[in-house]
């Protein structure tokens, strides 16, 4: 039988850590003839109800569950690490300055940047979830100078996900008819879901609807569901969120479609005029294991306004961190 592949989840007792684990042990991650180990970490008051989800994990039988650890030691948890998803992260509270926020998570993303840097398996592949994603990202990757650059990303996949939702509900078509969804930037209010590189049934997108509707309804809506959807629920996006999690992993392991892409937060190697190191979300196609940034797309006006303005906040939060000393 195949050697488990060990992912470590961190933040294994929030809420999307409970709805990602039983999908992992699954085989919903990486794959139906994949066994894995999963190593939990989380902090040591938090230790306990992770203990309680494995013993769930557990009462699932799982045929390709190999074993399950809980650490609240990071060096421990990302010990022959193959698959990263970084979830837990500091939430920003009322009050807290963007420079506090930063500073707080790069107390816990710098550390586990270096755990992983120290003791991964040699393919390891970085998912940060936890926000801000882009720049804690950016944080774990110059804390692991011995781990490609390219192996720390962060998800946009989320939002990726609920554009193509927002745009087949809009247009009363099926979901699999939208093709070549982009989310550029950063993932935060600023993200550009772009329609102008969308095809709906193999047609231009953005040609398809009003440039009102474009603009006013569909950016936003898609910016600011992570908002709606903790007015509606009364807690933020869990299944989703790690739904989209699978998403990124599972694509980036076996590959993308022929014919369609998706949006990831890589490492910006200057595409498209964005500077190069900055973990920026991208039209990506995952082959032979790695993502490559989709080239040759038409940028208009409107979508280069968009994009530099996502691209802004990202790089005020580098030179945030850069001053903190955190990259
Ligand atoms: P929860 O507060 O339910 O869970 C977070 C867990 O992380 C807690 O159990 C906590 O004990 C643990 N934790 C904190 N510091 C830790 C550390 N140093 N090591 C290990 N574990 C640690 O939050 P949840 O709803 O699960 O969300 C987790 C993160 O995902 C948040 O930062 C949230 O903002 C982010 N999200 C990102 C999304 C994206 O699209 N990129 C969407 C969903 C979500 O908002």
Not at 39 to 67: H, S
Not at 223 to 240: D, L, M, Q, T, V
């Amino acid at each position: 039988t195949a050697t488990p592949v060990t992912v470590t989840v961190t933040g294994a007792a929030g809420q999307i850590g409970y709805a990602l684990l039983f999908r992992i042990a699954s085989g919903q991650l990486l794959g139906a003839d994949v066994p894995v180990t999963l190593n939990l970490l989380e902090i040591p008051q938090a230790v306990k109800a992770a203990e309680g989800t494995a013993m769930e994990l557990d009462d699932c039988a799982f045929p390709l569950l190999r074993g399950i650890n809980i650490y609240d030691d990071a060096k421990k948890a990302f010990e022959g690490c193959n698959v990263a998803l970084l979830v837990g992260a500091r939430p920003r509270t009322k009050g807290m300055e963007r420079g506090d926020l930063l500073e707080a998570n790069g107390g816990i993303f710098a550390p586990q940047g270096k755990a992983i840097n120290d003791g991964a398996a040699d393919d390891i592949r970085v998912l940060v979830v936890g926000n801000p994603a882009n720049t804690n990202a950016l944080i774990a990757q110059h804390a692991a100078p011995d781990v490609p650059a390219e192996r720390f990303t962060a998800m946009t996949r989320l939002d990726h996900n609920r554009a193509i939702a927002q745009l087949a509900k809009k247009l009363n078509v099926p979901l699999t008819e939208i093709k070549k969804m982009t989310i550029w930037g950063n993932h935060s209010a600023t993200q550009y879901p772009d329609l102008y590189n969308a095809e709906v049934g193999g047609k231009i997108a953005a040609e398809q609807v009003d440039e009102t509707w474009l603009k006013e309804e569909f950016i936003p809506t898609v910016a600011k569901r992570g908002a709606a959807i903790i007015e509606a629920r009364g807690a933020s996006s869990a299944a989703s969120a790690a739904n989209a999690a699978i998403d990124h992993v599972f694509d980036w392991v076996n590959g993308t479609p022929e014919g369609d892409w998706t949006s990831a937060a890589i490492p910006s190697d200057g595409s498209y005029g964005i500077p190069e190191g900055i973990i920026s979300s991208f039209p990506v196609v995952s082959k032979n294991g790695k993502w490559e940034i989709v080239q040759g797309l038409e940028i208009n006006e409107f979508s280069r306004q968009k994009i530099d303005a996502s691209v802004a906040e990202l790089l005020e939060e580098r030179d945030a961190v850069k001053s903190l000393g955190l990259i």
